[in-house]
């Protein structure tokens, strides 16, 4: 969504995932305007206050004036907030609408409080988190405050996205081989050997794939115009390539429309039927194909490729030289010494939970005996009285 979404995904609205020919393009970006105002869930930013973000940005966006400023301002004054300052110059209109949103959001933010406080109950109120993103002290204005704290907030969550996704990733590996392991460790002899067969020739079967283009090189580029787009060979243009893929028509590569360019790349190494492919896998290997791209192209980091920057990158000597892409399946997830870290712990883990558990039994069988000491002197109660004095 323009230059502010140097908050990376900040505006990945759309949600197609292949590219369409140039006619239904047209037809679909007629449609998306609807779809952007009534979704407001497909960001896909995991921010709490998304929806608030979407109608700050998109009520700057429809001041014309606002918008040419962010387009030419640079990225360290959009990320440091500094760009908050041309909000003393927007359509009185504009501010009006960001004022009602602003109240908005409070009143959101005041019955999640109270819902907190009701659901612990007992809980110091000064303790619960204020949230950063918005400016308490003024509760009935959209000021430049509010600009600068929703952009500083913005950026900063979202640089940890990919570090935390990676972080993620490495973990479902390390689980994923540990669980291996523990399964092995309860079979005999034969069938552990049978099972270690198994997996290495589903490791073997998965590497059996054809080379993988280097994304975002002409020869990668190529292969979808010809196999996605459905068009001829001799005909391949980077600049009508570029306009075939910017579908919400703005002139920028957002993530979602970077991303959907490597579904070619993506089938080549990961079949949904195929029980030695990892869908958790291509999922990250597409992640890491959009840095990969981005870091390449984008040359201001605002997280968007511009119809300038593209053609800029197809101008250097990379662009024609495809020196392929080195995937998951050749790369060192984690060190052994990252492994057996893991070991420790998960062991550590369960072995409190065998500990409690062992507790519990303990516990339960003390009050069985308790019960049936119970049953014992009532019954003797009964027979006692049943005989009578002697």
Not at 34 to 57: F, I, M, P, S, T
Not at 233 to 241: L, N, Q, R, V
Not at 353 to 381: D, K, N, P
Request: net charge negative; charged share 40%; with cysteine.
């Amino acid at each position: 969504m323009r230059a502010l979404l140097i908050l990376a995904a900040l505006l990945a609205l759309s949600t197609v995932t292949l590219a369409l020919p140039v006619k239904e393009k047209k037809e679909e970006h007629k449609e998306e305007p609807k779809e952007a105002e009534e979704g407001g869930e497909d960001w896909e930013l995991n921010l709490e206050y998304g929806r608030y973000l979407k109608e700050v940005v998109q009520a700057l966006e429809s001041d014309p004036s606002f918008r040419k400023k962010l387009e030419t301002a640079e990225v360290d004054d959009i990320k440091s907030g500094k760009i908050a300052r041309e909000l003393h110059f927007v359509d009185h209109n504009v501010r009006t609408k960001l004022d009602e949103l602003k109240r908005r959001e409070l009143e959101r933010l005041r019955h999640l409080a109270i819902k907190e406080y009701e659901k612990e109950t007992g809980v110091n109120r000064n303790l619960l988190k204020i949230p950063a993103h918005v400016d308490h002290v003024n509760p009935n204005r959209f000021e430049v405050e509010d600009l600068k704290k929703l952009i500083v907030k913005t950026t900063e969550d979202l640089e940890k996205v990919d570090a935390q996704r990676r972080e993620d990733f490495k973990k479902y590996e390390l689980e994923k081989e540990y669980d291996r392991q523990h399964e092995l460790q309860g079979m005999d002899e034969e069938h552990r050997n049978q099972a270690d067969q198994k997996h290495n020739e589903e490791v073997k079967k998965h590497k059996q794939h054809e080379k993988l283009h280097h994304p975002g090189s002409k020869q990668q580029l190529e292969e979808v115009w010809e196999e996605q787009d459905h068009m001829k060979a001799e005909d391949f243009d980077p600049k009508t390539f570029f306009h075939l893929h910017d579908l919400d028509g703005n002139g920028y590569w957002d993530e979602m429309e970077v991303k959907a360019l490597f579904k070619k790349e993506l089938d080549k190494m990961y079949d949904p039927n195929a029980s030695e492919d990892d869908m958790n896998e291509r999922y990250e290997e597409m992640e890491r194909m959009r840095e990969h791209v981005f870091k390449e192209s984008d040359v201001n980091r605002d997280s968007l490729i511009s119809f300038d920057e593209f053609v800029e990158q197809t101008r250097k000597t990379e662009f024609e030289q495809d020196g392929g892409w080195q995937g998951l399946d050749e790369q060192e997830l984690y060190s052994q010494q990252e492994y057996e870290a893991y070991q420790r712990q998960r062991e550590e883990e369960i072995r409190r939970l065998v500990e409690a558990g062992a507790v519990s039994i303990i516990y339960f069988c003390y009050l069985a005996v308790q019960v049936c000491v119970e049953i014992q002197w009532i019954s003797l109660t009964i027979c006692r009285y049943d005989k009578g004095p002697n």
